[in-house]
């Protein structure tokens, strides 16, 4: 499952990598595949009319794929505790997923226009789920980069969400990312230096391709 890559930056902190296997071809249940049919018109609208609010930096991931990577670590009980969390959580849809296969699940995203987005959609789905409007860097990480410009994660000039909640990222046992091409190793470092010990990454990379790691030490 993962493809573990070095990074440049320097910790004791490691991430170990969770070789788990799931089913591809595994069907989504009637309720999330309800939910995904309605979230694919909500893309297919918004991509109908990009023009009018083009955002550079939003790319959907394959959530059916995400679902299946989702529920299996909810059912090998791999997460140490109930919360979940999505970096840059676009329309809500991977946090909306989290919260039917039983966690408390939190999306941030910078975009206002995202944010009143995926907590309209939430609503209408009857999802119980926090949408935070912010950034998903823990202030300071900004610091783990090394060619900041190819960081779109670091594009977002608005503060990090954490603390208008009185929470951090070491709260979270379950972190989501999709990241942007170039930023995995930024992002795994960020997560190296801030999760809990224990606290779990998923990485989605491609169709069929995810990676899951835990934080150690």
């Not at 954490?162 to 951090?168: A, G, L, N, T, V």
């Not at 972190?175 to 998923?202: M, N, T």
């Not at 491609?206 to 899951?212: K, M, Q, R």
């Amino acid at each position: 499952m993962p493809g573990r890559r070095d990074s440049p930056f320097r910790s004791d902190k490691q991430l170990t990598p969770i070789d788990i296997a799931w089913d591809l071809e595994r069907p989504v249940p009637p309720d999330t595949e309800l939910l995904l049919r309605r979230a694919d018109s909500l893309l297919q609208a918004y991509w109908d009319a990009w023009h009018r609010k083009p955002i550079e930096q939003y790319v959907a991931c394959d959530f059916r794929d995400v679902w299946r990577a989702l529920a299996t670590v909810r059912e090998l009980q791999l997460a140490q505790g109930n919360l979940f969390l999505e970096w840059g959580c676009g329309f809500g849809i991977v946090t909306a997923m989290a919260n039917q296969l039983g966690w408390g699940a939190i999306g941030i995203e910078a975009e206002p226009f995202l944010v009143s987005e995926a907590r309209t959609f939430l609503a209408a789905e009857g999802i119980k789920a926090e949408i935070w409007q912010g950034n998903f860097l823990p202030s300071g990480s900004e610091r783990l980069a090394r060619h900041q410009s190819h960081h779109a994660s670091l594009f977002h000039q608005v503060p990090s969400a954490y603390s208008q909640h009185d929470m951090q990222l070491d709260d979270f046992a379950f972190v989501f990312a999709y990241p942007w091409p170039g930023e995995d190793g930024f992002l795994k470092d960020v997560f190296r230096e801030y999760a809990a010990p224990g606290a779990l990454l998923l990485v989605f990379r491609g169709p069929y391709e995810l990676e899951l790691y835990r934080k150690t030490n």
